[in-house]
């Protein structure tokens, strides 16, 4: 199938003319160990546009870029710049060629101001000249439509702040070639809306603009050109005014897929977790959960959004059992006979052993879901290996588990013994999906279940999440991406700053209305 | 240019059976051991003028020359051994267990103590060596579980900490010295129980039963040189241990919560296990199989007891059990070779009276090729060609 790449896409590959290339780069390739991360890609950028890099994860997006940047030195292959052959061999020589780029995780130092993190490594005389500093950071927020305080402390930031922080570092470093690492995963859409303002400007000051992205609407709003990657291969660019979503997808994917996902009205709907007045204190004294109280119904998905960070790892640990909660917060489960019991202030151990049966799939899958040292048999054995009085582990059931899960959701790997962490982002995620669904469980959480994921098995993921909510389980499902959301969930509980400002009925709200409850709770806005 | 990177596969086995791979790791291993007897051999000549076969020669013949010696090398390797099973489970928990001298001191101050005070009271000798073991085992816990206690409550380090428990239990000894001194103002403690040899491991077959067999029979020779050697029991007790420490950590539930709890807490609490519990358990058992190593050493080795007593070993523990990675079988391999060379050094120092810092330089040598080969093993270098020009500016 994947042989089958669709030609009509690939015959439609144009070069728009816009002068010589700002950058060139031809027959670039990078290996890590086995992994080719890029073969022999050859990508032209332009003066004074803006260019979408498309691909799913692990197409080698960030990998070409980061070569560009300076922070991996190519294989083989030639950049130049300008008409120039050169070598970048670190993010200065990067400079000095005004390439700069903004890394997915922000590389800004938390007790400085930002004026002291835009001159941080840069040469200059003994003593800190902060005032023109701060002079020149104005001048480009002015110029570009920025809104920065040079005074203010990064540990004080919103992500949104800090995302124009760096931008405005790299611009002050005289950047003219701009690379921005996935730029809108940490924004809502009134942010990105801002950011995209910000790009336009910029472009019409002549800088060049790469954006990485697998988010298609993304592509179709903001860029003029857009070039595919498809693992590790340069696919083709076309003029972003002649193409459409599902072309792009197509040529992406290397296939023709369907970008619609499934949404079965709820049925035989009861209630499964009822969360009254739960707050989180975390072990440093911050609040991370505020009297936040809902009920989530078996048979329905229940989908959680919020910026990052609102409190909706906090929300699911405590449920497992994992996360002190604070007097007065009640968490009472019902299972699918109507046995109910409480779980607040019970360890993991007591809540398997009161018979709950829930599923989680964690954010951070290897270093909480799984064991990546330990093989995909073992791994198995996370939920089990207590059962049974042998002092020996039982392994015949997890290895047949195992082979059972490899071979119902398709995991590429060379065997069942094979640790965990030398499979793929996707892959590690089916053994953990599978893995948890395996029990039956009653309640099914999972946090950002399809981030790194190729759409492929994303949609994996949600035909799972679609079965497990007809089979009658609850499932919550913390997601990032308002699109999926949307069309997903049956009900949307947004979080904001660790409080609830409403739950929505997904079939109805807006990506719009969504956005905004995710910044304000809903007594800011009366007030304003 | 060059670069390097973690290898995955040899180029000669690309995508083989991961054996073969192995395989070749092992012939690279086997490869830097002969280099460094190659450097070694250039350093002596170069040093001493000496034929370096000859004093490779010197070296083996110190080390199997004599039953006797042989016997002396399978003493030290099965305590060398001892030590290094016991601070496996630790860490494979990453619980940086550096203080395997301390607890070896203290399981031998114990066992020192029962030797000393119960020697003269006519317990059956089985008797007495199951109540010396027990002892030295408690001791070792101890000090094993005391570490372990503020790191699950107080998250302290490890490291520090059980290094620090080192220098308690050279202190404890050399207040003990005094103590239990004989003769009187040799500032040592002598051979304890001398006369009686209450508490000393016995030979399976003491030498007047021996001496009835017909000394024309076939396995006369063999019994001699088998049961009729006092150390058999020091192999048998640590046998016992390599067993024990390898389906514990392989294939027992207590040995997957170790395995798990050592790759990510996180992880370890979303399995719902009590992480305090098995970070405390598992250095009871890592102090006391090092306390049943003070306990060969006194009561199978030395018959006495010093600051001296646990002699680096415990350190020397921690270089063996991660070259074996844990696995308990390759490190029987690995502490034979460790200690053939420390015995082998000191037959070669006194053979050609050179100073006894020659045989540290020799084994320092080898070490230094053994260690080095795991880069070459774990990583691959590539020179890449004329693609280092600078950035034009």
């Known amino acids: 199938m994947e042989e089958k790449t669709n030609v009509t896409a690939e015959k439609k590959k144009v ?94 130092v938390g007790l400085l101001t930002a004026a002291e993190n835009i001159m941080l490594g840069l040469k200059g005389k003994f003593v800190l000249d902060l005032k023109s500093v701060r002079k020149a950071v104005r001048d480009i927020c002015e110029k570009y439509g920025f809104d920065i305080d040079p005074d203010k402390k990064v540990y004080d930031m919103s992500v949104s702040e800090k995302q124009t922080l760096e931008i405005v570092k790299v611009l002050y470093r005289g950047a003219d070639i701009l690379i921005l690492d996935e730029p809108t995963a940490v924004l809502t859409p009134q942010e990105t809306q801002r950011l995209f303002g910000i790009i336009r400007n910029m472009k019409a000051d002549g800088k060049s603009i790469v954006i990485i992205t697998h988010k298609l609407h993304e592509v179709m709003a903001v860029s003029d050109r857009v070039a595919v990657l498809r693992k590790g291969v340069y696919i083709g660019d076309l003029a972003t005014k002649d193409t459409n979503p599902q072309q792009l997808t197509d040529m992406m994917v290397g296939r023709a897929v369907s970008l619609n996902i499934e949404r079965p009205e709820p049925e035989n709907i009861r209630e499964c977790l009822k969360v009254e007045n739960l707050s989180v204190v975390d072990s440093e004294g911050v609040t991370k959960l505020q009297d936040v109280s809902f009920t989530a119904y078996g048979g329905e998905i229940l989908g959680v959004a919020g910026v990052s960070g609102s409190g909706q790892k906090e929300l699911l640990e405590a449920v497992a059992g994992l996360q002190p909660a604070k007097p007065g917060s009640s968490i009472v489960f019902t299972d699918m006979d109507g046995k109910t019991s409480s779980l607040i202030g019970k360890t993991p151990m007591e809540i398997k052993k009161l018979g709950v049966h829930l599923a989680f799939v964690p954010e951070d899958r290897l270093g909480m879901g799984l064991v990546g040292d330990l093989d995909i048999a073992d791994n198995m054995l996370i939920r089990t290996y207590t059962e049974g009085n042998s002092v020996f582990v039982d392994m015949k059931r997890p290895r047949k588990l195992a082979q059972e899960i490899v071979k119902e959701f398709e995991v590429v790997t060379p065997g069942i013994t094979t640790p965990v962490r030398k499979l793929s982002g996707g892959n590690v995620q089916k053994v953990l999906v599978g893995r948890e669904i395996s029990g039956n469980p009653s309640l099914m959480m999972s946090a950002y279940a399809v981030r790194g994921l190729d759409i492929n098995t994303s949609y994996t993921i949600y035909r799972l999440m679609n079965e497990q909510k007809k089979r009658g389980a609850a499932v919550i499902y913390v997601g990032e991406d308002l699109d999926v959301l949307l069309e997903l969930c049956d009900r949307i509980l947004v979080l904001c700053a660790g409080r609830i400002s409403g739950i929505v009925d997904g079939r109805k709200t807006t990506k719009e209305e969504v956005g905004l409850m995710m910044t304000h709770l809903p007594s800011e806005e009366a007030q304003a | 240019m060059i670069h390097i990177s973690k290898r995955v596969d040899f180029t000669l086995f690309k995508g083989k059976a991961a054996w073969m791979n192995r395989f070749i790791g092992w012939g690279i291993r086997l490869l830097a051991v002969a280099l460094s007897l190659v450097v070694c051999g250039v350093l002596i000549y170069a040093l001493t003028k000496l034929n370096p076969v000859k004093v490779y020669a010197v070296m083996a013949n110190g080390v199997f020359g004599t039953t006797r010696r042989v016997w002396a090398w399978l003493r030290d390797l099965a305590l060398l051994l001892c030590i290094s099973v016991g601070l496996a489970p630790a860490f494979k928990m990453r619980f940086w267990n550096i203080g395997a001298e301390g607890q ?81 103002g040799s500032n040592t403690v002598g051979l304890i129980n001398a006369g009686t040899q209450a508490g000393w491991f016995p030979s399976f077959m003491s030498k007047e039963a021996l001496a009835k067999l017909d000394p024309n029979a076939w396995y006369t020779g063999l019994l001699k040189n088998t049961v009729g050697q006092p150390y058999l029991l020091n192999v048998l007790i640590v046998i016992a241990i390599v067993l024990f420490m390898f389906f514990y950590l392989k294939k027992s539930k207590h040995g997957y919560e170790i395995a798990v709890v050592g790759q990510s807490e996180n992880t370890a609490r979303y399995a719902a296990m009590n992480v305090k519990k098995v970070i405390v358990r598992t250095m009871t058992l890592s102090g006391a199989i090092c306390g049943l190593g003070g306990f060969l050493a006194v009561a199978g080795a030395d018959h006495t007891i010093s600051a001296a007593t646990a002699g680096g070993r415990g350190f020397v523990a921690i270089i063996v059990a991660w070259l074996a990675k844990f696995n308990t079988f390759v490190m029987i391999l690995i502490s034979a070779v460790l200690v053939f060379l420390e015995k082998g050094a000191i037959a070669i120092a006194s053979e050609f009276s050179l100073s006894n810092d020659v045989s540290h330089i020799i084994k320092g040598i080898i070490l230094f090729f053994i260690l080095g080969s795991e880069f070459f093993i774990n990583y691959q270098i590539k020179f890449t060609g004329k693609s280092g020009r600078r950035a034009d500016k």
């Open chain 2, 104 to 184: 070896v001191l203290v399981g031998g101050i114990a066992t020192a103590a029962c030797m000393i005070y119960m020697g003269g009271m006519n317990i059956p000798t089985p008797l007495l060596l199951l109540i010396m073991a027990a002892t030295s085992i408690v001791a070792g816990a101890i000090w094993g579980i005391i570490p372990a206690l503020f790191k699950a409550r107080w998250n302290t380090n490890e490291t520090l900490f059980t290094l620090m428990m080192n220098y308690i239990a050279i202190q404890l000894t050399s207040y003990f010295i005094p103590k239990w001194e004989h003769p009187k």
């Open chain 1, 15 to 108: 070069t728009i003319p816009r002068g010589d290339p700002a950058v060139e780069m031809i027959g670039i390739t990078k290996t890590f160990g086995s992994i080719v991360a890029n073969s022999s890609v050859s990508l032209s950028i332009y003066h004074g546009e803006i260019l979408s890099l498309l691909g799913e994860n692990g197409s080698g997006k960030t990998t070409l870029m980061n070569m560009l940047s300076g922070i991996y030195f190519p294989d083989a292959g030639t950049i130049k710049v300008n008409g120039k052959a050169v070598s970048i061999r670190s993010p200065k020589d990067a400079y000095d060629l005004h390439i700069g780029m903004i890394h997915q995780h922000f590389k800004l």
